[in-house]
């Protein structure tokens, strides 16, 4: 089994930046991919990155690059989501995922993944 925590949520004014962190524990932990998707209010879980976990490609969602850089720390298990330039409709729940059982074929689709996080508030004020 296989926990992921985020943490590094919070309130920003527009034209911010946050970092958020998810921290991997439990089994000896190895992945094919770690990512974040995110959930505003009344709409659908969107991928928003995702970081190959031993080859360091990335890939982003259109509406963040440029603005968002997702990185990693092997040896801490640790994935990260630098975000700047804050816009309001940035606000969303953010959600850490791993797959460890197969490849990514489509980073974009959430079932790919095979364990999440709890959930991050993230929230950008005009």
């Known amino acids: 089994q296989v926990q992921l925590v985020e943490s590094g949520g919070g309130l920003v004014q527009a034209g911010g930046s946050l970092r958020l962190s998810c921290a991997a524990s439990?089994?000896?932990?190895?992945?094919?991919?770690m990512g974040w998707f995110r959930q505003a209010p009344g709409k659908e879980r969107e991928f928003v990155a995702v970081i190959n976990w031993r080859g360091g490609s990335t890939y982003y969602e259109d509406s963040v690059k440029g603005r968002f850089t997702i990185s990693k720390n092997n040896a801490k298990n640790t994935v990260y989501l630098q975000m700047n330039s804050l816009k309001p409709e940035d606000t969303a729940v953010y959600y850490c995922?791993?797959?460890?059982?197969?490849?990514?074929?489509?980073?974009?689709?959430?079932?790919?993944?095979?364990?999440w996080g709890q959930g991050t508030q993230v929230t950008v004020s005009s």
């Open positions: 995922n791993a797959a460890v059982e197969a490849i990514v074929a489509d980073p974009t689709n959430s079932h790919e993944y095979d364990y």
């Open positions: 439990g089994r000896t932990f190895s992945s094919y991919a």
